[in-house]
């Protein structure tokens, strides 16, 4: 994710480079890319099962965010217009934070949707529901106990 954000970044300031004053719509189509992989990524990650998702996405997200700071200045200062250091801060603390938000928020959307729709695709695949048909309740997760004959 770290990677991709930064080559986002980067090709937008690129781009505005070039074109100052048309950049809104490719800054548009830049975050709609980004949110929507994230948000496929994760429904996937939460349609197959995988085991501690919400917790895989929050690292992902930090990690993303401090990695991509650090890459956006390392590209912009190599392919647009040689950033210094001194960027470096700024990427670390607004730049880091937004990523990390830009990858958080779309994750758990993503993960609570792939989780729907795994719900519903058992359901479908097991040709049952997961409510009693008498009584249209859900059943207990505990047993019931059988009561103990009477001595």
């Not at 919400?54 to 930090?62: C, D, K, N, P």
């Not at 590209?75 to 001194?86: C, L, M, P």
């Not at 729709?117 to 695949?125: G, L, M, N, Q």
């Amino acid at each position: 994710m770290a990677v991709l954000h930064a080559a986002a970044a980067v090709a937008t300031a690129k781009y505005a480079v070039f074109q100052p004053t048309e950049r809104t719509l490719v800054t548009a189509i830049a975050l709609a890319v980004l949110v929507g992989t994230v948000a496929l990524w994760s429904a996937i990650d939460a349609w197959t099962g995988l085991a501690d998702a919400g917790r895989t996405w929050f690292v992902a997200a930090l990690v993303a965010g401090v990695g991509s700071g650090v890459l956006t200045v390392v590209g912009r200062a190599v392919f647009v217009d040689r950033t210094g250091v001194s960027a470096l801060a700024s990427a670390l603390t607004g730049g880091a934070a937004f990523t990390a938000l830009l990858v958080l928020v779309p994750a758990g959307l993503g993960l609570l949707v792939g989780g729907r729709i795994a719900t519903s695709y058992r359901d479908d695949v097991n040709g049952e529901s997961d409510r009693d048909a008498d009584t249209g309740r859900r059943p207990s997760p505990r047993p019931r106990r059988k009561a103990e004959p009477a001595r």
